[in-house]
């Protein structure tokens, strides 16, 4: 029975091509790429073929890219690298809505007596650069903010913060985890130092991240081992997922305008009907600049948890937020630091699209949402749902 995915943003499926490409290093070319023999080192040459193609992915020279295990090493690797090869510099920038990967390598860090400054967003969810401005000190050694929000999809003025920072002599470090296939990536118009990115987010497996690490830009490795990556992480490569990311950059090159054009187009449909067809429904975020795939919805007198489960009773697959955070009894961080309370953050659904998706998926989608919702306020007490309408009616007369 077909599977309604629409949770892109948290992983997608491993395409065919990608696959394909990755079965012969599992099964005949098995050898071990630091090994002098010709079983091993015939393997050197897909890595490297393999890392050409991440860097063309994002307009880099493959000389910058490292291969690593997952978007969140990458990220773990670019914030101690950039303190541990600057130790006199203790200060890290990053914003309240970042993913758990870096918020939690934050909080660990705070706990070794390093000081991070977490900016705050408006309701829109949007980031004022001169908060960064701000807050950079003689002592700043990165900045570290996502490009795009994995949870609303909207996105933050990268290059322009670069700028700011470059001028400081400030290292600058995003989470582009959630930008391949959905906008096209030039790390040198974006003006970063380093850039983190996952396979599993853009039609690869999971288990193999990379980062870009500009020409010149101080690095420390996070994971001491062999020489392997050019003593930049120790390990022996994953030829098999190593060769997979390379084709899945390939094919997440070939997406062009148009294609992002029509996914947004899909977007836009789906979150008009969701708001036409269910009341009081709202989306959270800015409707642009964003994602072309995601949508975050509020449906007040509702708990997200509940209504996951129904839906997955009809095959449909959605979100309540981050995959990595989903099934904490905490709200989501990131709609509570745009100014939702818990009871509206637990009303909340994450919808992210796929290039994949179709408006046949959308309709069978909203052919059962409505009533979904309708029967689970149904089934609430009068109440809660009166309390969250005044709550969203105050908030909505605040100024901006």
């Keep these: 029975m077909k ?11 491993v395409a065919p091509e990608v696959l394909q490409a990755m079965l012969p290093y599992l099964t005949e ?23 050409a193609a991440v860097a063309s992915l994002v307009g880099a020279d493959s000389t910058e890219i490292i291969f690593t295990s997952c978007g969140t090493e990458s990220i773990n690797t670019a914030i101690t690298s950039c303190l541990y090869s600057q130790p006199a510099k203790r200060h890290v920038v990053t914003t309240a809505v970042e993913h ?21 967003v408006g309701r829109d969810g949007a980031l004022d650069p ?16 996502m490009w795009a929000n994995n949870e609303t999809g909207v996105l933050f003025p990268i290059a322009k913060l670069a700028a700011l920072c470059r001028e400081r002599a400030v290292l600058v470090h995003t989470d582009a ?13 974006l003006g970063v130092d380093l850039l983190s990115l996952s396979a599993h987010k853009l039609h690869g497996p999971k288990g193999i991240g990379a980062l870009y690490v500009r020409k010149g830009t101080p690095f420390w490795p996070l994971i001491i081992g062999g020489h392997q990556e050019e003593g930049n992480r120790g390990g022996t490569e994953n030829v098999p997922y190593i060769v997979a990311f390379g084709r899945a950059a390939e094919l997440a090159r070939a997406i ?12 836009d449909w789906f979150e008009d009907e969701v708001l036409a067809q269910i009341p ?16 975050s919805l509020s449906f007040p007198g509702v708990e997200a948890e509940a209504l996951l489960l129904l839906l997955d009773q009809l095959r449909i697959c959605a979100s309540s937020g981050s995959a990595c955070t989903t099934g904490s009894v905490a709200p989501s961080h990131v709609l509570t630091a745009m100014g939702l309370n818990p009871t509206e953050a637990r009303s909340t659904l994450r919808f992210s699209l796929d290039h994949e998706t179709t408006r046949e998926d959308l ?13 689970l306020r149904a089934a609430a007490s009068p109440r809660t749902i009166a309390r969250m309408a005044r709550t969203r009616a105050e908030a909505a007369a605040q100024p901006v």
């Design 177 to 189: 985890v959630q930008t391949p296939g959905k906008l096209a990536i030039d790390v040198g118009a």
């Design 280 to 295: 009081g429904a709202s989306r959270n975020g800015a409707k642009e600049p964003r994602l072309p795939n995601t949508s």
């Design 100 to 120: 758990s990967a870096t918020m939690n390598t934050c909080a660990a860090l705070e706990r070794r007596g390093y000081e991070v400054t977490y900016l705050p």
């Design 3 to 13: 599977i309604h995915y629409f949770d892109s943003n948290a992983t997608t499926s």
């Design 130 to 145: 001169r908060a960064v401005e701000k807050a950079l000190r003689p002592d700043t050694a990165v900045v570290s903010i």
């Design 256 to 267: 062009g305008p148009r294609d992002r054009q029509a996914l947004a187009a899909l977007r």
């Design 29 to 51: 070319e098995w050898g071990n790429p630091s090994s002098p023999y010709r079983l091993g080192k015939r393997l050197v040459e897909p890595i490297e073929a393999a890392r």
């Design 363 to 375: 309709a069978y989608l909203m052919s059962h949402l409505p009533r979904l919702v309708s029967e």
